[in-house]
């Protein structure tokens, strides 16, 4: 293991179990993250990108449950320990995953407001967690809370402290969220979908924000999202995913001016172009991501795939093969391409 790696996700698997069916929304992923590098999860929606990125921090409600795989969290690089802690083997509710969430790893969502409390101040939720964590004074946690507000680039951090959520614009809203995460200094930010609510303007300033952020901090992002045009502004690495699986991965320039499997292709195609006119704007991806719980033989997007052979792709199930270095591509028309086929040390 090269010693920048900083979360390791190897064939992790989460599925919700129901009455009437199986769901396996997560269902043999391997991810690494690296530090002071941004990973982009890219997919449609139902594809199991939250529930992957839940996982990491044991945050999958019932009927959903990490039934296999590992998650190794690596120590930081300057303490002599190298042992990492693998976060699919601890108890959902136990100590030790608290202890990771928030200190080691933190999360943003598409929603601030499903994580920030209405009857508390913006300086009070900034710092809990580093009050809960090193246990410093109110007094303290407030003056902390100001240079993170200011580290995010909010505006009168000063007056911001003292108010409370619902006072906050969208764009703020996400700020502040952010320097919460940042609060204890986490080597890992997971995002899921933080700018889908805003508008682009906005946007463009958070993506911005996070790539300096994760630049000065040396923290891995893992940066979550359904939009290509994103993934064009942040990744360094991309990893595509299809219901549950990874369908491709690699380099960011590699994925956009060389995509191997169709659905990345199809989804390349689906980015608005800057200056099209209304009409050619977006070509959608053909049919829907099938519901939850259906089983599929084969190839998974085989159904939708414009390139799809009868009789192949409808039968058996793809395995990995490696079309150059970093990359990794899960397609029966790439298979006898290259004969690298599932190297483990290629990535
Ligand atoms: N609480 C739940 N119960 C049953 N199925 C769920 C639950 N949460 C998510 N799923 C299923 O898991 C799959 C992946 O969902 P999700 O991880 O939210 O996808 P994404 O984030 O890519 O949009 C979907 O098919 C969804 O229906
Ligand atoms: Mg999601």
Same mark, same amino acid.
């Given at each position: 293991m090269t010693e920048d790696v900083v979360l390791d996700i190897q064939n992790l698997r989460t599925h919700f179990v129901t009455d009437d069916a199986v769901v396996r929304a997560v269902d043999g992923v391997d991810l690494t993250v690296r530090r002071g590098r941004t990973l982009c999860v890219v997919g449609e929606s139902g594809c199991g990108k939250s529930a992957m990125a839940r996982s990491i921090l044991r945050l999958v409600e019932p009927p959903g449950r990490v039934v296999g795989g590992r998650i190794l969290l690596y120590p930081p690089a300057d303490t002599t320990d190298t042992e990492p802690t693998d +976060?699919?083997? /601890? &108890? *959902? %509710?136990?100590k030790e995953i608290r202890s990771v969430r928030g200190r080691d790893v933190a999360m943003i969502f598409q929603e601030p407001m499903s994580s /920030?409390? /209405? @009857? $508390? %101040?913006v300086g009070d939720q900034v710092g809990e967690s580093l009050r809960v964590h090193t246990g410093i004074s109110r007094r303290r946690a407030r003056e902390y809370a100001v240079e993170l507000l200011e580290r995010v680039r909010v505006p009168g951090a000063e007056r911001v402290v003292d108010s409370? =959520?619902?006072? /906050?614009s969208g764009g703020m809203r996400q700020r502040v969220m952010i320097a919460m995460a940042l609060s204890c200094g986490p080597r890992v930010l997971i995002a899921d979908e *933080? %700018?889908?609510? +805003?508008d682009v303007t906005t946007q463009a300033q958070i993506l911005d924000l996070l790539a300096d952020l994760r630049r000065d901090s040396g923290m891995g992002l893992l940066f979550i999202t359904h939009d290509m045009g994103v993934v064009a502004e942040i990744a360094d690495e991309v990893a595509v995913m299809y219901l549950g699986i990874v369908v491709e991965q690699g380099p960011v320039d590699e994925i956009f &001016?060389? *995509?191997? $499997?169709p659905y990345t292709k199809a989804l390349l195609e689906a980015v608005p172009r800057f200056g099209a006119s209304e009409h050619d704007r977006l070509t959608t991806i053909r049919? %829907? @991501? =099938?519901? =939850?719980g259906t089983e599929l033989p084969g190839c998974v997007f085989h159904p939708r795939c414009p390139e799809a052979v009868e009789g192949l792709c409808d039968t058996t199930t793809p395995k990995v093969t490696v079309p150059g270095p970093g990359r990794e591509v899960r397609c029966l028309l790439r298979e006898g391409t290259t004969d690298r086929e599932e190297s483990t040390d290629a990535r």
């Open positions: +976060l699919a083997s /601890l &108890h *959902p %509710t136990g /920030l409390s /209405l @009857v $508390h %101040t409370y =959520p619902f006072q /906050l *933080p %700018t889908t609510a +805003l &001016h060389d *995509p191997q $499997h049919g %829907t @991501v =099938p519901a =939850p």
